[in-house]
């Protein structure tokens, strides 16, 4: 039947046959089946669709769509209604499916079935009416624009368009996805205070462990690896299901600040919808990210653009920026970089304690761009000329402020525990190690060729 015929003639068990506009997150049901929601359209309902609930013994059984705009078919599933919407309930016993490639296919054989479907001589006639209407129209039209990362907004629940990077559980029972789309996310203020850093440091990343250089390596080096939080009211027994690789529209995702680092939050409600290699989203994506690799300026943040702030000079104002990402993953443990960062605390916080004793200077910085956070030490003569010598505290003090965003009132004083927002600033960073037969786990960032002039 039609889709829209099917919706008429409730409480019947029907055939139906249409295009994969949605999935949800597959789940446990209250009993012990598995079950998921996929929305499908065709010609005679393309406006809103319709939604079939399948339950199934585990989540292998359920329908694994690889492609939003692939089709599917369903065998005698029961139409019914949930308040004012009509949709269909597809019954393990008796139900079953197939998955067919969408428009983008060039043969009729399903690349899933459930284990009691039954091919017919005229299921290759549906599918290729269907592909044939898939190529002449946009059952996306009208479909709100999914968000990049350059645009969320904390608090927001947003659509975003994003591939999967990787997919892990970093403590027993808590998982995240690694996301990205070639752009940056904006940067936030820090609310941190400046005096609790030695004792609780702002965290490197939102995981409690840093993941391992085998994974880091394979990450792209430009744009922000957006780490996604798993609801604990979702099941977390479907991600498994999620294909690292893979293009997917995240539809009411949550974008949330945390520790100055932004994550996003998958709720229960939260859909998704593969997305074709071939699809013009994609393409736009992976095309915009190429540029930017290939520019001499475009590794900068996108937010310090047309320049970062002057408060800083290097010895080196030609030399190619590159990402806090490129460093951490450069396959020598020792080099020097160039990068545009904000300068998101430091230890100690005080002016006064900048210097040891015996004058020699002494601090830790905590970097940040869009990709990554590092530690960097100012030390013994490269801070000499950060610093510019050993100017009077209250200059240190000033140049701390302009240095970290810290806010002041009118006659120069201190606003205490107001946000930060600390500028984009160039500096120059060399990598080094401290035990020999350790050379990775004991690699080290310092400041170096860097003056903090204002």
């Given at each position: 039947?039609?889709?829209?015929d099917?919706?008429?003639?409730?409480?019947?068990?029907?055939?139906?046959?249409?295009v994969?506009?949605e999935?949800?997150?597959p789940?446990?049901?209250?009993?012990?089946?598995c079950?998921?929601?996929?929305?499908i359209?065709?010609?005679?309902?393309?406006?809103?669709?319709?939604?079939?609930?399948?339950?199934?013994?585990n989540?292998?059984?359920?329908?694994?769509?690889?492609?939003?705009?692939?089709?599917?078919?369903?065998s005698h599933?029961v139409?019914?209604?949930?308040?004012?919407?009509?949709n269909?309930?597809?019954?393990?016993?008796?139900?079953?499916?197939a998955?067919?490639?969408?428009?983008y296919?060039?043969?009729?054989?399903p690349?899933?079935?459930?284990?009691?479907?039954?091919?017919?001589?005229?299921?290759?006639?549906?599918?290729?009416?269907?592909?044939?209407?898939l190529?002449?129209?946009?059952i996306?039209?009208?479909?709100?624009?999914?968000?990049?990362?350059?645009?969320?907004?904390?608090?927001?629940?947003?659509?975003?368009?994003?591939?999967?990077?990787h997919?892990?559980?970093?403590?027993k029972d808590?998982?995240?996805?690694?996301?990205?789309d070639?752009?940056?996310?904006?940067?936030?203020?820090?609310?941190?205070?400046?005096?609790d850093?030695?004792?609780?440091?702002?965290p490197l990343?939102?995981?409690?462990?840093p993941?391992?250089?085998?994974?880091?390596?394979?990450?792209?080096?430009?744009?922000?690896?957006l780490?996604?939080?798993?609801?604990q009211?979702?099941e977390?027994?479907?991600?498994?299901?999620?294909?690292?690789?893979?293009?997917?529209?995240?539809l009411?995702?949550i974008?949330?600040?945390?520790?100055?680092?932004?994550r996003?939050?998958?709720?229960?409600?939260?859909?998704?919808?593969?997305?074709?290699d071939?699809?013009?989203?994609?393409?736009?994506?992976?095309r915009f990210?190429?540029?930017?690799?290939?520019s001499?300026?475009?590794?900068?943040?996108?937010?310090?653009?047309?320049?970062p702030?002057r408060i800083?000079?290097?010895d080196?104002?030609?030399?190619?920026?590159?990402?806090?990402m490129?460093?951490v993953?450069?396959?020598?443990?020792?080099?020097?970089?160039?990068?545009?960062?904000?300068?998101?605390?430091?230890?100690?916080?005080r002016?006064?304690?900048?210097?040891?004793?015996?004058g020699t200077?002494?601090t830790?910085?905590?970097?940040?761009?869009?990709?990554?956070?590092i530690?960097?030490?100012?030390?013994?003569?490269?801070?000499e000329?950060?610093?510019?010598?050993?100017?009077?505290?209250?200059?240190?003090?000033?140049?701390?402020?302009?240095?970290?965003g810290?806010?002041?009132?009118?006659?120069?004083?201190?606003?205490?525990?107001?946000?930060?927002?600390p500028?984009?600033?160039?500096?120059?960073?060399?990598?080094?190690?401290?035990v020999?037969?350790?050379?990775?786990?004991?690699?080290?960032?310092?400041?170096?060729?860097?003056r903090?002039?204002?």
């Amino acid at each position: 039947m039609a889709i829209e015929d099917a919706m008429a003639s409730l409480n019947q068990k029907v055939n139906i046959i249409g295009v994969v506009v949605e999935m949800g997150m597959p789940k446990r049901s209250k009993g012990t089946d598995c079950f998921c929601t996929v929305k499908i359209v065709d010609q005679s309902h393309r406006s809103s669709g319709i939604s079939v609930n399948v339950f199934a013994e585990n989540m292998e059984k359920l329908p694994h769509v690889e492609s939003a705009g692939d089709i599917i078919q369903f065998s005698h599933v029961v139409m019914k209604t949930h308040g004012q919407d009509v949709n269909a309930v597809f019954n393990k016993k008796f139900s079953s499916f197939a998955i067919f490639e969408g428009k983008y296919g060039e043969d009729f054989s399903p690349y899933q079935v459930s284990s009691n479907f039954r091919p017919r001589d005229q299921d290759k006639k549906f599918v290729k009416d269907l592909r044939k209407w898939l190529a002449d129209s946009e059952i996306d039209k009208g479909m709100k624009e999914p968000l990049s990362l350059r645009e969320i907004r904390e608090g927001e629940r947003v659509d975003l368009f994003c591939k999967i990077l990787h997919i892990c559980e970093v403590t027993k029972d808590e998982w995240i996805i690694f996301v990205w789309d070639g752009t940056d996310t904006p940067p936030v203020s820090v609310q941190t205070v400046l005096e609790d850093e030695m004792d609780n440091p702002l965290p490197l990343q939102l995981e409690s462990l840093p993941l391992s250089r085998d994974i880091l390596c394979t990450f792209p080096t430009v744009g922000t690896i957006l780490r996604v939080i798993v609801d604990q009211g979702s099941e977390k027994l479907s991600l498994h299901l999620l294909k690292v690789g893979k293009w997917v529209r995240f539809l009411k995702i949550i974008c949330e600040v945390q520790a100055g680092l932004w994550r996003g939050v998958l709720m229960p409600s939260t859909k998704l919808r593969y997305m074709p290699d071939a699809d013009l989203l994609v393409s736009q994506r992976q095309r915009f990210y190429d540029e930017r690799l290939s520019s001499k300026w475009e590794r900068m943040p996108l937010s310090s653009f047309p320049w970062p702030s002057r408060i800083t000079e290097t010895d080196y104002e030609h030399v190619p920026v590159v990402t806090l990402m490129d460093v951490v993953t450069h396959s020598e443990v020792t080099a020097k970089f160039k990068c545009v960062v904000r300068v998101a605390a430091i230890v100690p916080w005080r002016a006064e304690d900048f210097c040891s004793p015996p004058g020699t200077y002494r601090t830790r910085l905590t970097l940040e761009d869009p990709t990554a956070r590092i530690h960097a030490f100012v030390h013994a003569e490269d801070g000499e000329k950060f610093f510019e010598g050993y100017p009077p505290v209250d200059v240190l003090k000033r140049k701390r402020n302009k240095l970290l965003g810290i806010a002041e009132s009118d006659d120069g004083n201190e606003i205490n525990n107001a946000p930060r927002n600390p500028p984009w600033v160039q500096c120059c960073i060399k990598s080094y190690y401290l035990v020999k037969g350790d050379v990775w786990g004991s690699r080290r960032y310092r400041i170096f060729g860097t003056r903090l002039v204002t």
